[in-house]
């Protein structure tokens, strides 16, 4: 079974829909608590920056990869329980491989 | 280049402004102190921070070391760097949860009442309130090497009538709050005994 490398990118993109959500609903949470002040904006400033800043890194580490590339997950064997198997090619050189055996 | 500069007296007279809305202040309400916990409370966080984000830096050197190739193959790398981001993402926003829960237990004293408000994590709040005159007893607490060092401590305000017992946790100078609690209380005590004389006649 193999999947697209993109599936992973929009699973990394999902994360950062809920980290930007979070993040909101934390600021919210400093604005109506009556607590904005110098330094609750100093915090809310450093891992705003941080997180661009790991967003920015994370993309420019990964913006040479083929994202339509496949990955395979694992092999499918299972079906080779109800295919008939494959004949095993015949080697010349033993004997008793092949179709024809001479006795004499 | 012209520099803006907002000053300091005007930042806290924003901030008075805004927590006076939030408590919904009485015309003839004064706001006499807002309380924060003691931000060596706060350095904790600071100190698991700074090692999660050292964490991956040294995962990556033992990775290195121990398997030199591994970075040569492309999905292993994509989801070393894909991992790497989302753990320091989650690091941050635990680090901003953390700071939540730390700077939005706040305290406000009022020359009428103490408003008690208190933070658990990020979907829970607890608020309760105090008249100053029903105050009974403050106690101050200063326990252990930091708190000695650094004066801060716990204040606990207990009343006789109401079942609500307000605890200042971690505050700065907790001696001199307790003092000027009580202060305060036997002010609005004699304020509201004045009054129902008055009232009485």
């Known amino acids: 079974m193999s999947i697209p490398l993109y599936s992973f990118l929009f699973a990394y993109i999902l994360f950062l829909i809920f980290f930007v959500i979070f993040y909101i609903l934390i600021v919210y949470h400093i604005h109506i608590s009556a607590s904005y002040t110098i330094f609750s904006f100093f915090i809310t400033f450093f891992v705003g920056t941080?997180?661009?800043?790991?967003?920015?890194?994370?993309?420019?580490?990964?913006?040479?990869?083929?994202?339509?590339?496949?990955?395979?997950?694992?092999?499918?064997?299972?079906?080779?329980?109800?295919?008939?198997?494959?004949?095993?090619?015949?080697?010349?050189?033993?004997?008793?491989?092949?179709?024809?055996?001479n006795f004499n | 280049m012209k520099m803006f500069r907002v000053p300091k007296m005007k930042l806290t007279l924003i901030s008075l402004m805004d927590i006076a809305r939030f408590i919904k202040k009485k015309s003839y309400e004064k706001i006499e102190l807002v309380l924060r916990?003691?931000?060596?409370?706060?350095?904790?966080?600071?100190?698991?921070?700074?090692?999660?984000?050292?964490?991956?830096?040294?995962?990556?050197?033992i990775l290195k070391n121990l398997f030199p190739g591994i970075f040569?193959?492309?999905?292993?790398?994509?989801?070393?760097?894909?991992?790497?981001?989302?753990?320091?993402?989650?690091?941050?926003?635990?680090?901003?949860?953390?700071?939540?829960d730390y700077y939005l237990d706040l305290w406000i004293v009022t020359n009428d009442r103490i408003i008690d408000i208190e933070q658990f994590g990020l979907f829970s709040r607890t608020i309760s309130e105090l008249d100053l005159f029903r105050i009974q007893d403050v106690t101050s607490n200063v326990h252990g090497f930091f708190p000695t060092m650094l004066n801060y401590g716990n204040i606990h305000v207990k009343t006789a009538s109401s079942n609500i017992d307000i605890v200042f946790r971690n505050v700065r100078d907790p001696n001199t709050i307790r003092e000027q609690l009580i202060k305060l209380s036997d002010e609005d005590r004699k304020f509201h005994y004045k009054q129902d004389k008055d009232e009485n006649q």
């Open chain 1, 50 to 101: 941080c997180a661009i800043l790991t967003f920015y890194f994370t993309w420019h580490l990964l913006s040479d990869v083929d994202w339509k590339k496949r990955v395979v997950l694992f092999e499918n064997n299972s079906m080779t329980l109800f295919e008939k198997p494959a004949p095993i090619p015949l080697d010349e050189n033993v004997p008793g491989t092949q179709d024809e055996v």
């Open chain 2, 37 to 61: 916990r003691h931000v060596i409370t706060f350095l904790a966080h600071v100190f698991l921070f700074a090692l999660l984000m050292l964490a991956p830096v040294i995962f990556y050197f």
């Open chain 2, 72 to 100: 040569e193959m492309e999905i292993i790398y994509i989801f070393l760097v894909l991992g790497t981001s989302i753990f320091y993402m989650t690091a941050y926003l635990l680090f901003f949860v953390h700071f939540l």
